[in-house]
């Protein structure tokens, strides 16, 4: 009987800690809902006011127009216009200051996953298997990349070159002939997210994150461990941090290739970071 008593009262403090952890949480959340936000940093001490420092966050326009989700955004060169793509397989071009539409650009005949421009020319990939490029001064499609024998799900501009992700490969163009240069290959899964930094390109697919060398165009590096499907990759100082479809966001220390923290917290697959 002391033992059963013993085992209750050891259930009974656990779920007594898991509700408090749970209501700090809650009340952390209700802070970010009203727009607030923690001084502290940490967890939310019971009994303790909420602090605020900041003021809230406000919106400052709404882009209205497309008649599907929006998949990918781009800032242009300048800060002057956004560039979104989206499922009824349109590209638009805002003005930020404004939140009107300028241009839409039409040619794709599916989902535009991802849009990049480099200044004078604009880059989509879409679930039709092709790249188009786009002339920012006419606003036409100037060439059709129709290398990929899969969906296009990822766009990006380094080194002089276009990296575009898609099924099991990344494929790298040279921006003057658009001739496909090379196909970077090793993943197992989607490639969902490409970023770089320095001398580095970094792929993300199904629990595996690639490190690729920018001049030589060899892989350097994998992570692997149980991620799931990596949507969102984003560099900061010696840290790189991994928006995952498990609602987490992996963050490895690029010295040792190991990961160092799991944040977690979302309640949704995390499908884009922004430092």
């Known amino acids: 009987r002391q033992t ?3 085992r209750l009262l050891r259930d009974v403090t656990r779920t ?22 923690l001084s502290g940093g ?24 497309h008649i599907g989700p929006v998949w990918s955004l781009c800032i242009a060169p300048g800060g002057e216009d956004l560039i979104s793509g989206s499922s009824d397989s349109s590209i638009r071009i805002w003005s930020i200051d404004s939140s009107k539409c300028k241009h839409i650009l039409d040619g794709h005949t599916e989902i535009v996953h991802a849009v990049v421009m480099d200044g004078s020319r604009i ?9 188009k490029v786009w002339s920012n001064e006419t606003k036409k499609c100037i060439k059709t990349l129709s290398d990929h024998s899969n969906i296009v799900c990822k766009l990006l501009l380094a080194n002089g070159h276009l ?31 490409l970023t770089c930094a320095g001398k580095l390109l970094f792929s993300g697919a199904y629990n595996t994150i690639k490190v690729w060398d920018l001049d030589t165009l060899e892989c350097r590096n994998t992570f692997t461990g149980h991620y799931g499907s990596i949507y969102a990759l984003v560099v900061a100082d010696d840290r790189l941090f991994a928006g995952t479809y498990e609602n987490a966001i992996n963050v490895f220390d690029l010295n040792s290739f190991e990961c160092v923290e ?4 979302h309640q949704g697959a995390v499908y884009s970071l922004c430092i």
């Open 123 to 131: 880059y989509s990939g879409s679930s039709d298997k092709s790249i």
């Open 163 to 193: 990296f575009s992700g898609s099924y099991m490969e990344i494929k790298v163009w040279n921006l003057d002939t658009f001739e496909c240069v090379t196909t970077l290959r090793g993943h197992n899964h989607w490639v969902r997210s």
């Open 16 to 37: 007594l800690r898991d509700t408090q952890k749970q209501l700090a949480a809650a009340l952390q959340e209700l802070a970010l809902l009203r727009g607030q936000v």
């Open 262 to 265: 799991t944040l977690t917290g």
């Open 42 to 65: 940490g967890p939310v001490q019971m009994g303790q006011p909420v602090r605020t420092t900041t003021r809230p966050w406000r919106c400052k326009g709404t882009f209205i127009g």
């Open 4 to 6: 059963q008593e013993v």
